[in-house]
């Protein structure tokens, strides 16, 4: 069964750093790109970022580049997002999804981790 | 960056009755080399992450009840719930997948009437 289990959200201060894990099982990793989503509260959905399977190539949304880092480590079966300089309209619920290539609609989601930015 | 429209915002639907739903791009997402459209649809429900419906604009994902479908090409695309069920009470959201950022509509919400 494929799972993606999302960790590391929480409550952070303007200005601060946090970093996203995603576990991924029940599929091969190193097969698929793979992207981030997020969703503010009560708001509809954002594209963030993606990777390319052994993260040759990375995209963003222009809102957080420069600021937020994607990566992956295939031999721990783990997606990652490193988030620094955070805005309060970063404040979001992040999901992790599963995509076959880099145009192609995410067919997995995890559960999402919400991140607060707040003083 | 493409654009993403939905109406109606939100829809009242009775229990077996049709619901469809509208979603257009500020450009086309028609891949002419394959004449396939970067168009999905996703269904939301509270407390949930989104379930992917619909891809290549009228593709059904595996295990998707046949009584959803999708349509349109270009720049207009539709998605229908042929007799809407107690269990299909969500928000929709449509997204193209032809060029990052890959943009989302801003959802429509769908209740029983």
């Known amino acids: 069964e494929v799972q993606l289990v999302e960790s590391g959200g929480g409550l952070v201060q303007p200005g601060g750093s946090l970093r996203l894990s995603c576990a991924a099982s029940g599929f091969t990793l190193s097969s698929y790109w793979m992207s981030w989503v997020r969703q503010a509260p009560g708001k509809g959905l954002e594209w963030v970022a993606n990777i390319k399977q052994d993260g040759s190539e990375k995209y963003y949304v222009d809102s957080v580049k420069g600021r937020f880092t994607i990566s992956r480590d295939n031999a721990n079966n783990s997606l990652y997002l490193q988030m620094n300089s955070l805005r309060a309209e970063d404040t979001a619920v992040y999901y992790c999804t599963r995509t076959w290539t880099q145009l192609w609609p995410p067919d997995y989601w995890g559960q999402g981790t919400l991140v607060t930015v707040s003083s | ?113």
Not at chain 2, 26 to 53: C, D, E, F, I, T
Not at chain 2, 66 to 95: K, M, N, P, W
């Open chain 2, 1 to 113: 960056d493409i654009v993403m429209t939905q109406s109606p915002d939100s829809l009242a639907v009775s229990l077996g009755e049709r619901a469809t739903i509208n979603c257009k791009s500020s450009q086309s997402v028609l891949y002419s080399s394959n004449n396939k459209n970067y168009l999905a649809w996703y269904q939301q429900k509270p407390g949930q992450p989104p379930r992917l419906l619909i891809y290549w604009a009228s593709t059904r994902e595996s295990g998707v009840p046949d009584r959803f479908s999708g349509s349109g090409s270009g720049t207009d695309f539709t998605l229908t719930i042929s007799s809407l069920q107690a269990e299909d009470v969500a928000v929709y959201y449509c997204q193209q997948y032809y060029s990052t950022p890959f943009t989302f509509g801003p959802g429509t919400k769908v209740d029983i009437k």
